[in-house]
């Protein structure tokens, strides 16, 4: 059954360091988004891209990150000056869009700690 | 802008026994679309169901059903013949109509499954 992959599966980082978080939907989706989880609170939307555009954004989601799909499987999540507060499981998913397809298939999830 | 609220940060229920786990939300939509999702302890986020609003009847999958009170904004999660295997966080998730549409998440109940 295909699945989303991200890796790294942890990330570790200094404060003020850049960081790119990979993604890679299932093969004919066409809605990507990524999510955060603080330890121990709930999932929080970060952004949603299609057709490669930001869809929706949430108040997380400021100047310091941004998306890209580089290629026709990749879908990336940059941040690029951490904070200790980035500090978060980040969960990227994807759905085929359109239709009765309203599910959104979660990858595994990087853990970034920011020190 | 809508809000999901599972008011049980925890419970637990004996094997083979019968649990229900609570979720209201308030919204302005007509249509939207309802889910319970699990996250055991690798934290990957597992879709356990889903309800379309515009249904009535309430969806079933295996041993986890729902009870789905439009009017009331209820969607709680019945698991019966419960198993170890089924302890995890449970997060109740809000999906408004449309394309690329974010989910809105509940803040989580805790499951323990007790042998």
């Known amino acids: 059954e295909p699945e989303v992959t991200q890796t790294p599966s942890h990330q570790v980082t200094q404060m003020g360091q850049e960081v790119i978080l990979r993604c890679v939907p299932i093969?004919?989706?066409?809605?990507f988004y990524w999510y955060r989880q603080i330890l121990g609170q709930k999932v929080e939307f970060l952004v949603s891209?299609?057709?490669?555009?930001?869809?929706?954004k949430s108040e997380i989601f400021d100047d310091q990150f941004s998306v890209e799909r580089p290629d026709g499987s990749n879908f990336t999540l940059k941040i690029r000056s951490t904070k200790l507060e980035d500090s978060a499981m980040y969960f990227c998913?994807?759905?085929?869009?359109?239709?009765?397809?309203?599910?959104?298939?979660f990858g595994p999830g990087t853990r970034l700690t920011v020190t | 802008a809508q809000t999901v609220t599972q008011s049980q940060p925890e419970m637990s229920v004996q094997e083979a026994e019968t649990v229900t786990l609570s979720c209201t939300y308030d919204?302005?939509?007509?249509?939207?679309?309802l889910f319970w999702y699990k996250q055991p302890p690798s934290r990957q986020m597992i879709l356990v169901i889903r309800?379309?609003?515009?249904?009535?009847q309430n969806a079933t999958e295996n041993r986890f059903s729902v009870n789905f009170q439009k009017a009331a904004k209820s969607f709680s999660l019945k698991i019966s013949d419960s198993q170890l295997g089924d302890t995890a966080m449970y997060f109740c998730?809000?999906?408004?109509?449309?394309?690329?549409?974010?989910?809105?998440f509940g803040s989580g109940t805790q499951l323990t499954v007790l042998p």
């Open positions: 998913a994807s759905t085929p869009g359109g239709g009765s397809s309203h599910e959104q298939y």
């Open positions: 093969s004919n989706h066409l809605y």
């Open positions: 891209f299609y057709n490669n555009e930001i869809s929706e």
């Open positions: 919204t302005s939509e007509n249509n939207y679309y």
């Open positions: 309800q379309e609003a515009y249904k009535q």
């Open positions: 998730a809000f999906r408004p109509p449309g394309s690329a549409r974010q989910l809105t």
